[in-house]
């Protein structure tokens, strides 16, 4: 075997994907129809996925092409399969939908900025070596977030498939509201695209699951809409629409755009300003502090104006349209739906505005679908920088790239343990890290692994990382010929697409089983799912929630352990004695400590210990059964070496059995070992017994057998 095939070797560690070789036919072919049959889910599922995130949906190709590569030549894992996931598009959206329309230019830059910050933090926890980072997630916790995240994806398709807008607010609650009460504009066509495309997946699913069910419910779909003129699109002047608050609204907003544009040029000559003051004055001259206020003040009107916009886009998408043919030349009129003219005619119709702008409306009277794609790559270029969005998205790049990183690395362990192969989490996390960092570079937003892309890549029976190889080579050969044939796709179908796909994530068994398993696993779960929904469009937040109150009744539970006082049972073994009505020994009290010895239960563990000694006031001795303590901390060495005075003044011995090396070791570090004295210490309770109950036959004493050893 190649000298760099060995897994410590540095050509091993730089270039893992090496592991691969010697690489034979068999598996050549292995993972190349492994690689097709991935692709074949990959392209229209992307594009979904982009949807989600608020993206044109070609924006998931370029996130299928180089991303999915990347990751699997610098990861861990021979199947995983990273790209465009459910759970990271949403968590995508949700955090830059307050910071810029969804689809808008803005909105672009900021998805692919996220995604480099994504990729530069789980490199560095990656590079040192802090995988283990993610464990403060606890799995009760992504149990109620994905169940959480699943219901709000399905959720914000609704509007997708049956053809109405949908209003963005600090509050999904109220936009699904929105939803409801446009039941009744259902676009009839629509919804029967997005119903057919999931019948058509469910059915496959059940029937022929080896078929490429999401492939075929594209394809069928997207000839039909071909077919029937599924798109309606035209174009309007402002004069042309005859509802006077629509009209008042769009000049509104015509007028915000303008001061838009003003207020970006003052800002970039503001900031060229600031440079030139800033080399020849220095950063603590008045001229900087006043040009940075100004700057300051000029950006926050910037942010108003976009919000205010943002608003009123929301507010002229809701409004609904009948077209009234132009005679003689004239152009089209859009009248009010149910408000014509006397004796004017509809063309059928209900039309609405889907873009406001300056210059004509783009009208749409049809079924949505993907349009145009650019032809090709995509441009390959550093992220535009901002400073202040940089340090608005951090805290959501953090959470994406941990709740990113277990998706994938929960995926690598599954198929690993099929494919017995070995995951190393801190090599998962630079594949994943490095996979964002150069789809950032090449216009994507940010990726994981996919649970449902994986096993179908280690069904069709891939061997290496050169299956997904072969994936993104597919994708870029879509990007360059095949991205034409995808015009008339209708987003009705990308919804379905994505609904199909989490229907799989709702899992309330799961949150079931953490309950069973421990109730504050439970409540962190329940917790984290309600936190979730009712943060909205905020994700984030209910994640932080969840995990917070995870760490929080973990340490609840630490702050008081169990504390048994033992009693010797039938069978021999040391026993709670209050569980199994043991008698109480006039020797000695054996209590035995579960848990940690440290600063937060240290307090407990001494009233615990006072109130066993106070209970049984004629045993002259305590015995402490140190087994299931697994560690002390300078507070613990402190309470015991305060105990032990306070005890032995009041004329009870003290004594400790079973301790592992740790503790031992703490003591002997410190000098408890020392305080306690020769003959305190045990190395298993049966012995410290039998050494105490010698002690007191030697000193005379009427000693029961209630603790000795049996023989």
Known sequence: MPYFSAPRSVMGRVFPFLRWLPYSVAALRADFIAGLTVALVLVPQSMAYAQLAG???????YAAFLPVVVAALWGSSNQLGTGPVAV????????????????????????????????????????FKLGVVVNFLSHPVIVGFTNAAALIIGLSQINKLIGVPMGRSEHFINDIWGVVKQVGDTHLPTLAMGAVAIVIMWVIRKKAPKLPGVLIAVVLTTVVSWAIG??????????AIMDPEARALLAEFARTEGRIDELNAQIAAKAGTLKQVLKESGELSHEIVTTNYELELLRLQLRDRESENRKRNRTIRSFVFERVAGAAGQPDAFFPQGKLTAGAQSDGRLWRIARAGKGDLKMVGGGEVVGGIPKGLPSFSLPKMSWDMLGTLFSTAIVISLVGFMEAISIAKAMAAKTRQKIDPNQELLGQGLANLVGALSQSFPVSGSFSRSAVNLNAGAMTGMSSVFTGVFVLLTLLFLTPLLYHLPQAVLAAVIIMAVIGLVNFEAIKHAWQASRHDGIAAIATFVATLAFAPHLDNGILVGAGLAILLYLVRTMKPRVAILGRHADGTLRDA??????????????????????????YFEDAILEAV???????????????????DASGEEVIHHLVDRLRSNGVNVFFA????????VMHATGLLDHLGPGSLFATADMALEAIYASAAAA??????ALLPQK
């Open 55 to 61: 993206l044109p949906p070609y924006y998931g190709l």
């Open 88 to 127: 990271v598009s949403l968590l995508t959206a949700s955090s830059l939908t307050p910071l810029a329309a969804p689809g808008s230019e803005q909105f672009v830059v900021l998805a692919v900025m996220l995604a480099l910050l994504v990729g530069l933090v789980q490199l560095a926890l990656g590079a």
């Open 230 to 239: 599924f798109e309606r699109n035209s174009k309007a002047s402002v004069e």
């Open 578 to 603: 209050a569980v199994h009505d043991l008698p109480a020994s006039d020797v000695v009290t054996a209590v035995r400590f579960d848990g940690r010895l440290y600063f937060a239960n240290v307090s």
């Open 614 to 632: 106070a209970n049984n006031p004629k045993a002259g001795n305590l015995l402490v059964v140190g087994d299931g303590i697994n560690e002390l």
């Open 658 to 665: 079973g301790l592992k090396r740790r503790v031992s070791d």
């Open 700 to 705: 005379g004493k009427d000693a029961d057998q």
